[in-house]
């Protein structure tokens, strides 16, 4: 017989599946993941891959990808599911990193770049003008590099956005809204909001950006028809490209994980996507906002090729992602 005052015992957690489990490189592999290592640590660049604990940074890093933040490593807000520290960074920007970033990855040999940001909510401008002049710079040194941000919601200022449309004049602009409208309030920091995200996207296509982006996180108890419902509303602001991957804990003191997604779930997604007129949908256990063959597909439709995403998935050149 249970005590009156005896606790129910606690679901269990469920058990990571064997297709998240992540293979280490070896040989080549492990000799360009130790490369690009030393490299950003030289030039002291912040890489997303490990303030975030992305699963894919071996793979991405082995294969000359690499995912750096810019305006710094503390971010204003404290999302549930982010990792990346929080705090107050008291209104500090190094007037020097855009000249570093352009003449950072002027050297690289890039094709293809996707830029992020923490967010800045302790500036009058959420860091507009700074992401815009960064993005001058990196043209500047390299004209023939593609360049696609990843950014907060600027508080909802519609001109803060303007500013990195039409001063920055990225090739991609991508802002995420994270998790379906129901989980906003449990997983996104409280100063978020799902139908902001979605009008940063409307402003920025608003603005003359060709193309838009957000990404979903799923396992963190959405259902299936909830996860349509978003993708829906997304397609209905015109945004061009959508990605759909697992959600992780990075800590114990995250949000936790209520479900792996099952692969053919997320092919479900993929083709509802296709279907709702999405141009590509990149929809899987390890996708995340930043995914190669998302950038290649879009590379392809900036130069004007019209060949298949996974026909070249890598691309002639290396793909470096500065992301959030």
Not at 185 to 210: N, Q, Y
Request: charged share 30%.
């Amino acid at each position: 017989m249970t005590a009156p005052n005896a606790k129910a015992p606690s679901a269990p957690k469920p058990r990571k599946p064997d297709w998240l489990r992540v293979r280490l490189p070896t040989g080549e592999a492990h000799e360009r993941f130790t490369g690009l290592k030393d490299t950003i640590q030289k030039v002291d660049l912040h890489t997303v891959c490990e303030e975030a604990r992305c699963p894919n940074i071996f793979e991405c890093w082995s294969q000359g990808t690499a995912t750096i933040m810019i305006l710094g490593e503390t971010c204003t807000r404290g999302c549930r599911f982010c990792s990346v520290a929080t705090g107050n960074p008291g209104g500090f920007v190094d007037p020097r990193e855009p000249e570093n970033v352009g003449r950072t990855l002027a050297q690289l040999e890039l094709a293809y770049v996707v830029m992020t940001m923490v967010d800045r909510d302790d500036l009058l401008d959420g860091g507009a003008a700074h992401v815009a002049q960064t993005i001058r710079r990196i043209k500047h040194y390299s004209p023939e590099l593609l360049v696609e941000v990843l950014l907060g919601d600027f508080q909802g200022v519609r001109r803060d956005v303007e500013t990195v449309v039409r001063e920055g004049a990225p090739d991609v602009f991508a802002h995420n809204v994270e998790v379906v409208p129901r989980l906003q309030r449990t997983v996104r920091d409280a100063r978020c909001s799902w139908e902001r995200s979605v009008e940063v996207l409307r402003w920025a296509k608003a603005a003359g950006s060709k193309l838009t982006k957000s990404s979903i996180m799923v396992g963190l108890g959405e259902t299936e028809d909830e996860v349509l419902d978003a993708m829906e509303r997304l397609r209905d602001a015109d945004v061009d490209v959508v990605t759909l991957g697992q959600y992780l804990q990075p800590t114990k003191k995250h949000a936790e994980v209520q479900r792996f997604v099952e692969p053919a779930e997320f092919e479900r997604y993929r083709e509802a996507g296709e279907a709702m007129g999405f141009r590509f949908v990149a929809s899987g256990p390890l996708v995340r906002s930043s995914y190669r063959a998302a950038e290649v597909f879009l590379q392809g439709v900036i130069t004007g090729r019209s060949e298949a995403p996974h026909a070249d998935r890598y691309g002639k050149k290396k793909h470096l992602s500065i992301v959030e």
